[in-house]
């Protein structure tokens, strides 16, 4: 019986992001550097293959400080943590690597010169993500509220209005955050803005990427995790513009009755998922179908960032 014909549209960019290559090159370099085990405070990306990969290398992922000796380092994840973590390595004089995305930690220094000006802050962003949590302890409790919807947005009434700013997560849908963004604007005409959009290059484009494709296809896989927020906002963002789509994590999550009666799958992946694992999802599509692949690039993307100091000898 000779298979079905199938068109796949393949996303560029997709996957690994600067931030994401960058988090795991700490981890494996320092254990390089210091031998294991390494101990990383949180999942250093969402993506349990990730994850599981650095484990059998000999990282250990911990939830807390607590669970880390004093004496063998610790590398926090790239969405950011809490001032207070860091200040209490300091205070058990640890060696620690702080591999938060650079963009990450770019709020993070704006909502420092905010809080320096005794604004209130609004941060638009997904209640108890780390990127979230971390952004908002950088400074005391009650200076930042989080802003979750246009509800919010609508809703929120601040002590001082004419002494606000805002920031938001790097990974939000960008269509929504907009959305949010004029409604707080329309309130408060003073509101301090960023300077540039928080939401990352990565975030923007893959969401942009999907746009392209979604009215060319009938169903969108996308890879990733669900606990990840990029990748979430690619399912929502593929079904805002009327294309059915569902996340997975491996292509074993693939079920086949998806596609019944589809001709053209899409595929992409969020930003912490490997480029090994999309290959995965094309081999099992080819296995049952005879798959006519395309690639659609709306981007090209060069962005690399540094090690941080402690590393870059070992890097």
């Known amino acids: 019986m000779s298979k079905e014909q199938m068109k796949v549209l393949i996303a560029n960019p997709r996957g690994f992001c600067a931030g994401v290559d960058r988090a795991i090159k700490i981890v494996e370099v320092a254990l390089d550097k210091f031998g294991p085990p390494v101990y990383v405070r949180h999942e250093i990306v969402h993506n349990r293959y990730v994850v599981e990969g650095l484990e059998a290398r000999g990282a250990i ?37 702080d591999a938060t995305c650079p963009l990450v930690s770019k709020v993070h220094r704006q909502v420092e010169r905010h809080h320096r000006k005794k604004h209130h802050i609004l941060m638009i962003g997904h209640a108890g993500h780390p990127e979230v949590i971390g952004t908002m302890g950088q400074v005391e409790e009650g200076a930042m509220t989080l802003i979750e919807t246009t509800d919010d947005a609508r809703t929120v009434s601040p002590k001082d209005p004419k002494n606000l700013s805002f920031v938001t997560q790097t990974t939000l849908s960008v269509d929504d955050t907009q959305e949010i963004v004029e409604i707080l604007k329309e309130r408060f005409p003073s509101i301090e803005t960023p300077k540039k959009e928080d939401i990352c290059y990565a975030t923007t ?35 805002k513009h009327g294309c059915r789509a569902n996340l997975v994590q491996r292509s074993k999550d693939i079920n086949w009755s998806w596609f ?48 941080p100091p402690v590393l870059a000898k070992a890097g």
């Not at 943590?81 to 058990?92: G, K, N």
């Not at 998922?273 to 005879?290: F, G, S, T």
């Open 260 to 307: 019944d009666g589809v001709n053209t799958i899409g595929i992409t992946a969020g930003a912490s998922a490997p480029e090994i694992l999309v290959e995965e999802v094309i081999e099992a599509i080819r296995e049952k179908y005879h798959a006519h692949i395309d690639t659609i690039t709306t981007a090209e993307e060069n962005v690399t960032f540094k090690l």
């Open 61 to 97: 992922f911990v939830d807390t400080l607590k669970e880390v000796p004093d004496d063998k380092p610790v590398v926090f994840s790239a969405h950011g943590v809490p001032a207070s973590v860091p200040a209490e390595a300091e205070r058990r004089e640890m060696i620690y690597v």
């Open 205 to 239: 484009n893959r969401q942009e990427a999907v746009k392209a494709m979604a009215e060319d296809c009938d169903f969108l896989i996308v890879i990733g995790a669900p606990n990840s927020s990029n990748s979430m906002r690619l399912v929502e963002v593929a079904e």
